[in-house]
């Protein structure tokens, strides 16, 4: 079956722009998981979303966005880029929160901003 | 909260000699640990979990872990290193409670020496 789709796998902005990013669970899977990935302070937890409702937020500025439609696909928004938002974004779905069940990831999108 | 430390940002082994990355977690409750492995411009792959029902976990490529709650800790062995193997690898550790986030490690990198 297939994977996690994260589109674009590339991104080139300029500052005080805005971002969207978007991800395809794999079927069936419920709950998507986005995270922030820099050399410096690795995997960082975004947010979580489970049946359109957001269930976790990490400690990112309000610039900082998601949503999930109603076939589980998700989407985060990037308001205001700041040249420190370069990074890889990840996208990570589950079956379920919690549990035990492990995330299954995307190739992640790679943002630069210039 | 659940936090993980990965000791050592860089190990190296030569190829055929045994592996071992070192992880130890903190949590409140009896935790969910994961092993995760991160190849070049990909996302990450789950290698193993830790889901209460034995301590030894084997997972994939020949890796697996022991949980040790008396040292709080999920270290990750390979008995023979292959070059394959050179990549990153996060410990991961999840509370398993409903609406609980997966929170990762710094990552260790994995260097395989000919």
Request: proline share 4%.
């Given at each position: 079956?297939?994977?996690?789709?994260?589109?674009?796998?590339?991104?080139?902005?300029?500052?005080?722009?805005?971002?969207?990013?978007?991800?395809?669970?794999?079927?069936?899977?419920?709950?998507?998981?986005?995270?922030?990935?820099?050399?410096?302070q690795g995997l960082q937890?975004?947010?979580?979303?489970?049946?359109?409702?957001?269930?976790?937020?990490?400690?990112?500025?309000?610039?900082?966005?998601?949503?999930?439609?109603?076939?589980?696909?998700?989407?985060?928004?990037?308001?205001?880029?700041?040249?420190?938002?370069?990074?890889?974004?990840?996208?990570?779905?589950?079956?379920?929160?919690?549990?035990?069940?492990?995330?299954?990831?995307?190739?992640?999108?790679?943002?630069?901003?210039? | 909260?659940?936090?993980?430390?990965?000791?050592?940002?860089?190990?190296?082994?030569?190829?055929?000699?045994?592996?071992?990355?070192?992880?130890?977690?903190?949590?409140?409750?009896?935790?969910?640990?994961?092993?995760?492995?991160?190849?070049?411009?990909?996302?990450?792959?789950?290698?193993?979990?830790y889901t209460s029902a034995?301590?030894?976990?084997?997972?994939?490529?020949?890796?697996?872990?022991?949980?040790?709650?008396?040292?709080?800790?999920?270290?990750?062995?390979?008995?023979?290193?292959?070059?394959?193997?050179?990549?990153?690898?996060?410990?991961?550790?999840?509370?398993?409670?409903?609406?609980?986030?997966?929170?990762?490690?710094?990552?260790?990198?994995?260097?395989?020496?000919?």
């Open positions: 079956k297939a994977g996690v789709t994260q589109t674009p796998r590339y991104l080139i902005k300029t500052r005080g722009q805005q971002v969207t990013l978007s991800c395809s669970p794999i079927s069936g899977h419920r709950s998507v998981s986005w995270y922030q990935q820099t050399p410096g937890f975004l947010f979580e979303y489970f049946s359109e409702t957001q269930r976790n937020k990490g400690n990112f500025p309000g610039r900082f966005s998601g949503r999930q439609f109603s076939n589980s696909r998700s989407e985060m928004n990037v308001s205001t880029l700041e040249l420190g938002d370069s990074a890889l974004y990840l996208c990570a779905s589950s079956l379920a929160t919690g549990l035990g069940y492990g995330y299954t990831f995307g190739s992640g999108t790679r943002l630069t901003v210039v | 909260a659940q936090s993980v430390t990965q000791l050592g940002s860089h190990v190296s082994v030569s190829e055929g000699a045994l592996v071992l990355l070192r992880c130890n977690y903190s949590s409140s409750v009896p935790p969910y640990l994961f092993w995760y492995v991160q190849y070049p411009n990909q996302g990450l792959q789950l290698l193993l979990k034995a301590t030894l976990v084997k997972g994939i490529n020949g890796f697996e872990a022991e949980f040790k709650k008396s040292e709080t800790s999920f270290h990750l062995t390979k008995p023979s290193a292959h070059m394959s193997d050179a990549a990153e690898y996060f410990c991961a550790v999840s509370a398993g409670q409903a609406d609980d986030k997966i929170i990762f490690g710094k990552g260790t990198r994995l260097h395989i020496l000919p």
